[in-house]
């Protein structure tokens, strides 16, 4: 099992930018695609982003394209995302996670993932 921390949310206003990072600790991480995703108030748990376990394809939702970019960093076991162009819909806690298999490529689907952070608060003000 991996655990896995993340950090980085905040308090940003509309157009600004933040960088999430995860800490991972425990099996390989190297070896396992990543995920980053989000939940709003009274909202289900969504997909925002994945990256490979080479690092190599990434995918990300909609809404995010163009203003998001997930990265990793095997040698510090970290995945990040950075967040440009921030939108108060972006609002949400952000949910780092590790897929369930070894050597996959991206991942969209939150049953797909066997480990989660706790979650980082995102707060965008209009």
């Known amino acids: 099992q991996v655990q896995l921390v993340e950090s980085g949310g905040g308090l940003v206003q509309a157009g600004g930018s933040l960088r999430l990072s995860c800490a991972a600790s425990?099996?390989?991480?190297?070896?396992?695609?990543m995920g980053w995703f989000r939940q709003a108030p009274g909202k289900e748990r969504e997909f925002v982003a994945s990256i490979s376990w080479t690092g190599t394809s990434t995918y990300y939702t909609d809404s995010v394209k163009g203003r998001f970019t997930i990265s990793r960093d095997n040698a510090k076991n970290r995945v990040y995302l950075q967040m440009n162009s921030l939108k108060p819909e972006d609002t949400a806690v952000y949910y780092c996670a590790a897929a369930l298999s070894p050597y996959s490529g991206t991942k969209t689907f939150p049953w797909e993932y066997g480990s989660w952070g706790q979650g980082t608060q995102v707060t965008v003000s209009s």
């Open positions: 425990g099996r390989t991480f190297s070896t396992y695609a």
